[in-house]
């Protein structure tokens, strides 16, 4: 490992440049990027399809109800759990991208390691903390028999979501922290740096400019997210000749798969938002240059 010749280019960088060089990572990794993913998200695409399969369904079933109506509360509940969900869900491409930042081909053996040792910490301050696991069971308690559960869907739901939103605004790169510096979460030493100290410390350095890169990454995911739907309902249509969009197809492939290829670009770019803040507030290239001298040094014998 050349701590100083990294795969990635190591200088600051515009928010745009960040938002074209995640496009551009996603091309360089595709196969690893997108087998880790598969991997991660599994699960929770199982889980969310389990617990919402039946939404489209009532429109179809009971002329009572209205089919646009119940695909919406489909569409709404499957974005607010993949939203919370996704940093937890993308912890391996996390892991992988910080270890192919400074080595040719890191294993998936060595990427699934580094996620298990930090997996207490990803489970308390991601799946607990930021609510994805919470989160993901408060649709347990939606009563099937009425068309939109107001208190569950909407007020608590939202309410989560909101939390979440409002935490990553300010402090997105927890993830980072967790898997790629390790630290404890807590400690009696004062002196230690912990994962709750190096989470505000990182974030208090210029959290504006954080808000300003949070919202654009949200903005191209959603456009990513549109044009991935509409491309398979376009693909749908010329080969199958159906332009229906209540299809199963289309409810339980097309929109869970839209709205994960979305979070995959969003955890892309949260990578290289970070290097970018260690990069501009904390020297982080320089550092990266004594520690490979230090390392070179060491190597080479004093002599006597």
């Known amino acids: 490992m050349q701590l100083d010749e990294t795969r990635i280019a190591i200088r600051e960088r515009t928010g745009l440049e960040v938002l074209d060089l995640a496009l551009t990572l996603l091309r360089a990794f595709l ?24 939404m ?20 709404w509940a499957q974005g607010l759990l993949v939203f919370i969900q996704a940093p937890l869900a993308c912890s391996l491409v996390t892991a992988f991208l910080g270890k192919a930042a400074f080595e040719t081909a890191p294993s998936y053996t060595e990427v699934w390691k580094d996620v298990r040792s930090s997996t207490s910490n990803l489970l308390w301050c991601l799946g607990t903390v930021r609510m994805a696991i919470p989160g993901s069971l408060l649709l347990l308690l939606t009563d099937r028999e009425v068309s939109f559960h107001v208190e569950i869907e909407l007020m608590l ?35 230690t740096v912990t994962v709750v100290r190096r989470n505000r410390h990182l974030h208090s350095l210029n959290s504006g400019e954080l808000v300003v890169r949070y919202a654009a990454s949200a903005f191209v995911s959603f456009v ?81």
């Open 31 to 54: 196969k690893p990027c997108l087998t880790l993913f598969v991997m991660g998200v599994a699960p929770f695409f199982l889980w969310n399809l389990a617990i919402t399969f039946w």
């Open 56 to 75: 489209p369904l009532r429109g179809s079933e009971q002329a009572t109800y209205d089919v646009s109506s119940s695909m919406f509360r489909y569409l």
């Open 157 to 191: 739901m939202g309410a989560v979501c909101g939390f979440a939103a409002l935490a990553r605004m300010g402090r997105p790169f927890l993830p980072e922290i967790i898997i790629l510096e390790k630290n404890p979460y807590t400690s009696r030493n004062r002196e």
């Open 224 to 304: 990513l997210f549109i044009s991935i739907y509409y491309t398979l309902f376009y693909a749908q249509g010329v080969f199958t000749n159906v332009w229906a969009q209540n299809t199963t197809f289309m409810l339980y492939f097309t929109i869970p798969i839209a709205i994960w290829s979305a979070a995959l670009y969003v955890t892309l770019a949260r990578y290289l938002n970070y290097l970018d803040q260690r990069i501009r507030y904390e020297g982080w290239e320089v550092e990266l240059k004594l520690r490979a001298e230090g390392r070179r040094l060491q190597a080479v014998p004093f002599a006597e």
